[in-house]
């Protein structure tokens, strides 16, 4: 069974760093691309960032390029997002997730809160 589960989320003032976790269970992590999506609230899913399953090629949006990293921990099957200079804007519940043989899997969500 595919679990996902982040962890890290909390609340910041603007300017601030967070590091978000997504632990992986139930598949071949190194296999797989990995994605970082976040839902504001009241809006809805946006795409963040994606890391391929080696870990050597990784996409932003434009709202998170420069201050966002996307890494992960093949031997820990732990995916990884390192947030810096937040903004307001950038609050969210932030999900990982898998597209594994032809289903997309999520875990529960972590809250990040941006504010002064």
């Known amino acids: 069974e595919v679990q996902l589960v982040e962890s890290g989320g909390g609340l910041v003032q603007p300017g601030g760093s967070l590091r978000l976790s997504c632990a992986a269970s139930?598949?071949?992590?190194?296999?797989?691309?990995m994605s970082w999506v976040r839902q504001a609230p009241g809006k809805g899913l946006e795409w963040v960032s994606t890391?391929?399953?080696?870990?050597?090629?990784?996409s932003y949006a434009d709202s998170v390029k420069g201050r966002f990293t996307i890494s992960r921990d093949n031997a820990k099957n732990t995916l990884y997002l390192q947030m810096n200079s937040l903004k307001p804007e950038d609050t969210a519940v932030y999900y990982c997730?898998?597209?594994?043989?032809?289903?997309?899997?999520w875990g529960q969500g972590t809250q990040v809160t941006v504010s002064s």
């Open positions: 139930g598949f071949t992590f190194s296999s797989y691309d």
């Open positions: 890391i391929n399953s080696g870990g050597g090629g990784t």
């Open positions: 997730n898998v597209q594994y043989w032809g289903s997309v899997y």
